[in-house]
């Protein structure tokens, strides 16, 4: 069964310092992997996502991530933190399961920017 | 905004009650995804429908149950409501079907269930 792991429930950034949100997964094959966003009171916003090739992925809102196999990784970076990216951000697993996709998603890591 | 609307916002109601919640899916979209968020399981896959069709169903209850009607939006129906079901719930669109390849889901504001 695939599963997500984000080991930070919380982190704590000083706004214009860097970030880097943590995900390990569980998945048989070739995973699809995906960061989404919520900042309070709104629905999942996607950030990237990885399917295939170039394992540096490039994002919305200056963010990046990087999928590495031998770690079973896909953690979540930005240079520099704006306070308006404090929300939860999740990360996500995708596989498919006789014919259809079923997603599964971490249980979300806090981020609070302080200014 | 994503497109995607759901109502109601909240919904308060008493254990043993039926409730039903509401999807309208991005103009375009034929799939309909159903989320639950709760603190203790957090973001749960629900059920998945194409063009009124089932098409994967994860960890939904047998209390529980979903269809999408010819206009494509869709309907959550939560049944012998117990305390535990008191969550976040989400729904997401996208154009496709999923198959063997991923479409971007755009995700409603949930609405907010809280059975007392």
């Known amino acids: 069964a695939q599963s997500v792991t984000q080991p930070d429930i919380h982190i704590t950034v000083s706004e214009g310092a860097s970030l880097e949100l943590r995900c390990n997964y569980s998945?048989?094959?070739?995973?699809?992997l995906f960061w989404y966003v919520q900042s309070p009171g709104q629905g999942l916003q996607l950030l990237l996502k990885?399917?295939?090739?170039?394992?540096l992925v490039q994002g919305i809102k200056g963010f990046e991530a990087e999928f590495k196999r031998s770690q079973s990784s896909f953690n979540l970076r930005k240079p520099s933190v704006h306070w308006s990216d404090a929300a939860e951000y999740f990360c996500?697993?995708?596989?498919?399961?006789?014919?259809?996709?079923?997603?599964?998603f971490g249980r979300g890591t806090s981020l609070i920017v302080h200014p | 905004d994503s497109g995607v609307t759901q109502t109601p916002k909240h919904l308060i109601t008493a254990t043993g009650q039926r409730v039903t919640l509401r999807c309208s899916p991005r103009?375009?979209?034929?799939?309909v995804y159903w989320y639950q968020q709760s603190l203790d399981q957090g973001l749960q896959f629900l059920i998945q429908?194409?063009?009124?069709?089932?098409?994967a169903k994860g960890n939904i209850l047998e209390r529980f149950s979903a269809q999408q009607f010819p206009d494509l939006h869709s309907e959550l129906n939560l049944s012998s409501l117990e305390l535990g079901d008191s969550a976040l719930y989400f729904c997401?669109?996208?154009?496709?079907?999923?198959?063997?390849?991923?479409?971007?889901?755009?995700f409603g504001p949930g609405t907010r269930l809280t059975v007392l």
């Open positions: 997401a669109s996208s154009v496709g079907d999923t198959g063997t390849a991923y479409n971007e889901q755009f």
């Open positions: 998945y048989g094959a070739t995973p699809y």
């Open positions: 990885y399917f295939s090739g170039d394992t």
């Open positions: 996500a697993v995708g596989g498919v399961s006789g014919g259809s996709y079923i997603p599964t």
């Open positions: 103009s375009g979209d034929l799939s």
């Open positions: 429908y194409y063009n009124g069709e089932e098409r």
